[in-house]
């Protein structure tokens, strides 16, 4: 079977990373701990080791049960696998609220600017003068040193325990469509309640991502599992998809984060 055929062309590059990682804890015995993975990211690993593997064993974990961007470690079935094991680091610093506002996008553009790549970063807090950031343990000190300004606030990050991160729990809220097409523009129109003519505009201004991507192809084809992010308008996801009606139309399953 052709392991492909179940994944867009464009995720090749990481399927490919994916087996070469099943192959070397195959062949080495030792567990192989990935950088921070998407959603959509961790649902390949998932499908391609499976969780009914018998000689190996996937845990995800970034910080709290509530992460979206987890690490993964794939083992050998009798390994012990810890939080510990993940080598996350929690670092946070506060700010003057009352002086400067600030967004969970200023501190990953801050992240981002102090030359860390996008992988070594996992969820970030902003909120009540409070920034939390989680990394890889491997990079905190030279985050810690090197990110010193979110937007105008100084800020000194210092490392604290894992145990008071504040992610908190995504409130996801679902709804039953149906829609005449599996494209893009069609489910972003009634996912959001808009014209199909401005959601074809927001595609094409680059104010729309599929799992974490930007897409500007109006007719790109959606599935169970994707999840979206509209500029401006906030996050959703395709949960499922129910089979067509006898008009041929789509019925499926979304939820949009309150």
């Known amino acids: 079977m052709d392991i492909y055929q179940h994944f867009r062309n464009e995720e090749a590059p990481f399927i490919d990373q994916v087996l070469s990682w099943k192959e070397q804890v195959e062949r080495s015995y030792i567990p192989k701990l990935t950088d921070f993975l998407d959603p959509r990211e961790q649902q390949i690993v998932e499908t391609i080791i499976g969780t009914g593997n018998d000689e190996l064993q996937i845990e995800a974990f970034g910080g709290s049960p509530h992460t979206e961007r987890n690490r993964m470690i794939i083992a050998p079935f009798y390994e012990e696998i810890t939080e510990e094991s ?3 680091t929690l670092l946070e610093a506060t700010y003057q609220e009352k ?3 600030l967004t969970h996008r200023d501190a990953m553009g801050a992240f981002l600017s102090s030359g860390v790549k996008r992988e070594k970063l996992g969820d970030i807090f902003v909120g009540d003068g409070t920034i939390q950031i989680i990394v890889a343990a491997e990079i905190s000190p030279y985050v810690v040193m090197n990110l010193t300004s979110v937007k105008h606030a100084k800020i000194k990050l210092a490392e604290k325990e894992l145990a008071s991160v504040r992610i908190p729990r995504p409130n996801w809220v679902e709804s039953s469509k149906t829609v005449s097409s599996l494209r893009l523009d069609t489910v972003l129109k009634e996912i959001y309640r808009m014209s199909r003519k401005d959601a074809q505009q927001a595609i ?3 104010l729309v991502k599929v799992n974490h ?3 500007q192809d109006t007719k790109y084809p959606l599935g169970a599992g994707d999840l979206l ?10 949960i499922q998809i129910e089979g067509q009606t006898k ?9 949009t984060l309150e």
Do not use: N, Y
Not at 229 to 238: C, E, L, P
Not at 247 to 255: G, V
């Open 86 to 88: 993940f080598q996350l």
């Open 99 to 101: 002086f400067v506002t």
């Open 204 to 206: 094409d201004r680059q």
């Open 213 to 215: 991507k930007v897409v």
């Open 229 to 238: 992010s509209f500029r401006g308008k906030g996050r959703s996801k395709v």
């Open 247 to 255: 008009k041929e139309k789509w019925r499926i399953t979304t939820a």
